[in-house]
């Protein structure tokens, strides 16, 4: 391959990009796209359906949006990105604000928890990029002050998610007011056959993009799980946010718990803010905007949260209970080693959570090490699986260091360096 044709390959240039959003990018300080831009792109760009499967924070906003905006100051009609949540929304719409401008474009968010007459007011000036929330969706749809005739573009945006929190029948019925002969495409981290198979119905031969197997974990992100009694935890969660202290996001499995979490983080002294479905859209938005500019170091948040965090420099995610949904474990873990940084995860687990921690590593296709911390006293990291047999106690080297046998999978780990068995 020539120097010229790897530079190609490796910059926007060549993905049949207008040369006026390539200026953009340009400006932007956009110059190597990632895998799944630069596979996605030229597709998409020519009209092809596309079902694209990527890793949480390897940039499938962008990937969609350069080509809808560039289809789109080429022909007449609108697009509609359809999102599962308010923040991904806003997300979305972020992205396409870099862009859309720029072509004389407007997009609307349609969100619940937000002002409807806001909303109408914003439609009858006729933006060309709708992005919505299915349930606010079809509220506009049932009062007709939206049509959705002339929509030639959709995308279906972390679609696995939005089936997860039910929006299967609100889906089914937009698409009934989109006609049928429109580019549709299909975005997420993780695509079950289920969403395969209903995207397949209401697509045109579409092409399957995937960068990596659905799944797959941010590739720069150290995981560390620690086991570890459920009435030990914000003791646990107090000794490693003074050990760690850059911005630190924190998941929790109930919208009670990530409350309590934030109050008892403020009691050690800590700036927290917190996301969850009992939040007002304005508090959400307060909170997430505060984490962003560091207001707040950490966010405590339930998996509403997850996806829909474009926040970039986040040190470490916590994940303070497992996901009730294992899948969700990839997107949570994603919101750190963004754009090609490093990052940490950790999680905690109950003694009685093994089934829960199998289920994690059968979808990430590899073992969690575990780790122990020195101020805690070794029961409370021992895995409920009854007495130990024979050569299944953990055991050190002539260096001092442990080694644990795990026997449902039938390997060791070492406990990762830096840290005390």
């Known amino acids: 391959m020539t120097q010229q044709a790897q530079q190609l390959n490796s910059s926007f240039y060549g993905l049949g990009i207008a040369p006026k959003i390539l200026e953009i990018l340009d400006r932007m300080k956009f110059t190597i796209p990632t895998p799944i831009q630069h596979k996605a792109i030229p597709i998409a760009a020519e009209g092809k359906d596309i079902i694209g499967i990527a890793q949480t924070g390897t940039g499938k906003t962008l990937a969609f949006a350069i080509p809808i905006i560039q289809r789109l100051s080429q022909k007449k009609g609108r697009c509609l990105v359809l999102v599962p949540t308010r923040e991904l929304a806003l997300q979305v719409d972020e992205t396409f ?51 959705l005739a002339d929509v030639n573009i959709l995308v279906l945006d972390e679609a696995d998610r939005m089936l997860d929190m039910g929006f299967l029948p609100q889906i089914e019925q937009i698409l009934k007011y989109i006609p049928k002969d429109r580019q549709t495409m299909l975005f997420s981290a993780t695509i079950p056959a289920e969403v395969i198979k209903i995207g397949t119905a209401h697509m045109k031969l579409p092409i399957n993009i995937e960068v990596a197997p659905s799944g797959t974990t941010v590739e720069r992100v150290i995981q560390e799980l620690f086991i570890v009694k459920k009435d030990s935890k914000r003791q646990l969660l107090a000794k490693l946010l003074v ?8 998941f929790s499995r109930t919208k009670i718990g990530a409350a309590k979490i934030t109050r008892f983080i403020r009691g050690l002294g800590h700036t927290a803010a917190e996301i969850h479905s009992n939040r007002s859209l304005g508090q959400r938005r307060e909170a997430l905007e505060g984490f962003k500019i560091g207001k707040y170091r950490i966010l405590v948040a339930t998996d509403i949260a997850s996806r829909g965090i474009d926040v970039s420099g986040i040190e470490l995610v916590i994940n303070y209970d497992l996901p009730e949904d294992s899948e969700n474990y990839v997107h949570r873990i ?3 080693a963004r754009a090609g940084h490093e990052g940490r995860a950790i999680s905690f687990a109950t003694p009685d959570q093994r089934n829960d921690i199998k289920n994690i590593e059968r979808i990430i296709r590899t073992a969690l090490p575990i780790s122990r911390h020195p101020e805690f006293a070794a029961e409370s990291f021992t895995v409920n699986q009854g007495a130990p047999s024979k050569g299944t106690r953990p055991r050190s080297d002539r260096h001092g260091r442990y080694y644990h046998r795990r026997r449902r999978f039938g390997t060791h780990f070492q406990t990762p360096k830096g840290t005390t068995p």
Do not use: C, E
Not at 102 to 124: C, D, E, K, P
Not at 127 to 142: E, K, Q
Not at 243 to 250: D, M, P, R
């Open 334 to 336: 994603g919101r750190t």
């Open 97 to 147: 604000q870099k862009l859309a401008p720029l072509f004389g474009m407007r997009s609307t968010v349609l969100i619940g928890g937000a002002s409807m007459h806001l909303q109408i007011q914003a439609l009858r000036k006729n933006p060309r990029i709708l992005i919505a929330t299915p349930g606010r969706l079809v509220d506009h749809i049932s009062q007709r002050t939206i049509l």
């Open 243 to 250: 050990q760690y202290h850059g911005s630190v996001l924190l």
